[in-house]
Nanobody, 118 residues
Framework: VQLDESGGGLVQPGGSLRLSCAAFGAIFDINSMGWYRQAPGKQRELAEV???????NYADFVKGRFTISRDYTKNTVYLQMNRLKHEDTAAYYC?????????????WGQGTQVTVSS
């Protein structure tokens, strides 16, 4: 599985960005797709993921600001980020989690940088 991320960049506080992640390759039995982030000097943390059933898991900082969606026909997941704050500055990583025959597989994108600054 290969992941192609896009959409990061520089934005002012209060602005918006939309991240995209397209998955290619052995795209089947995907349990979830979504986004994690890692700020400098900090551990990677969950932002939001969406499962194959359409349910979402998300961190508290996402509430009311970020929205995840998935296009199953394109194997693409999106993260719409609104009302961005300085503390949202981080590298955002796309993740695909598969369970195939009882084995678990985690795939990561290369990361896309989001910088919130005035």
């Amino acid at each position: 599985v290969q992941l192609d991320e896009s959409g990061g960049g520089l934005v002012q506080p209060g602005g918006s960005l939309r991240l995209s992640c397209a998955a290619f390759g052995a795209i089947f039995d995907i349990n979830s797709m979504g986004w994690y982030r890692q700020a400098p000097g900090k551990q990677r943390e969950l932002a939001e993921v969406i499962t194959s059933r359409g349910t979402t898991n998300y961190a508290d900082f996402v509430k009311g600001r970020f929205t995840i969606s998935r296009d199953y026909t394109k194997n693409t997941v999106y993260l719409q980020m609104n009302r961005l704050k300085h503390e949202d500055t981080a590298a955002y990583y796309c993740n695909v989690y598969q369970i195939i025959g009882g084995s678990e597989y985690d795939y990561w994108g290369q990361g896309t940088q989001v910088t919130v600054s005035s």
